[in-house]
């Protein structure tokens, strides 16, 4: 287990590292492969156990749960939770939260209020390149991108399936069911599968 906040390790048994500086930051890392590393302004926490967590600028948090798993919160007041084996998240920007709970999933949340999350196995969810915009994944083997635009929204409830939004403000996609694929592009299109 390794513990730092402000600048010194507080705690060092085992393998694991950490580091953290800053007013208010504070690094936890615990197990074989664990690293937690709260850098680069104030206000950071940065949490790993059997993975890596980093969070850097200000207010930002990274936690990561499972072997493999990486979780990168950069920028200002941006959350990044990566729990199962392999999974990745990062949140990038500012007020971005990117959330992972499967296996070797990923999800990725740019730029400024954008949320990306992921619910189930080899499944990716990306909102970026805009603001306000949400991918959500339920299942497995699924994708969901809400992008190049603001306030776009791609949802997939099945495994298999993918949804966009993208390329404009206002689009919202749902893929309801399993093998569905769907896209929203313009301003304030709606399209649905099945």
Same mark, same amino acid.
């Given at each position: 287990?390794?513990?730092?906040?402000?600048?010194?390790?507080?705690?060092?048994?085992?393998?694991? /590292?950490?580091?953290?500086?800053?007013?208010?930051?504070?690094?936890?890392?615990?197990?074989?492969? %664990?690293?937690?590393?709260?850098?680069?302004?104030?206000?950071? !926490?940065?949490?790993?156990?059997?993975?890596?967590?980093?969070?850097?600028?200000?207010?930002?948090?990274?936690?990561?749960?499972?072997?493999?798993?990486?979780?990168?919160?950069?920028?200002?007041?941006?959350?990044?939770?990566?729990?199962?084996?392999?999974?990745?998240?990062?949140?990038? %920007?500012?007020?971005?939260?990117?959330?992972?709970?499967? =296996?070797?999933?990923?999800?990725?949340?740019?730029?400024? =209020?954008?949320?990306?999350?992921?619910?189930?196995?080899? #499944?990716?969810? !990306?909102?970026? =390149?805009?603001?306000?915009?949400?991918?959500?994944?339920?299942?497995?083997?699924?994708?969901?991108?809400?992008?190049?635009? /603001?306030?776009?929204?791609?949802?997939? !409830?099945?495994? %298999? #399936?993918?949804?966009?939004?993208?390329?404009? =403000?206002?689009?919202?996609?749902?893929?309801?069911?399993?093998?569905?694929?769907?896209?929203?592009?313009?301003?304030?299109?709606?399209?649905?599968?099945?």
């Amino acid at each position: 287990m390794c513990v730092a906040t402000n600048g010194e390790v507080r705690v060092q048994a085992g393998s694991a /590292n950490c580091f953290a500086e800053g007013r208010g930051s504070v690094a936890v890392a615990r197990g074989v492969g %664990g690293a937690a590393y709260a850098v680069g302004g104030t206000q950071n !926490r940065a949490m790993a156990a059997g993975g890596y967590a980093l969070a850097s600028g200000e207010a930002n948090v990274a936690t990561a749960t499972g072997e493999g798993s990486w979780a990168e919160a950069a920028g200002t007041g941006n959350t990044a939770t990566a729990t199962g084996y392999y999974a990745v998240a990062t949140a990038l %920007g500012m007020a971005n939260t990117a959330t992972v709970h499967g =296996d070797r999933s990923r999800a990725f949340a740019q730029g400024a =209020d954008n949320t990306a999350t992921v619910t189930g196995d080899d #499944s990716a969810a !990306r909102a970026s =390149d805009g603001t306000g915009n949400t991918a959500t994944v339920l299942g497995d083997g699924s994708t969901a991108n809400a992008l190049n635009g /603001n306030d776009n929204t791609a949802i997939v !409830r099945g495994s %298999g #399936s993918e949804a966009l939004a993208s390329g404009g =403000d206002g689009n919202t996609a749902i893929a309801a069911d399993d093998s569905c694929v769907v896209e929203a592009t313009g301003t304030g299109a709606t399209a649905t599968c099945p």
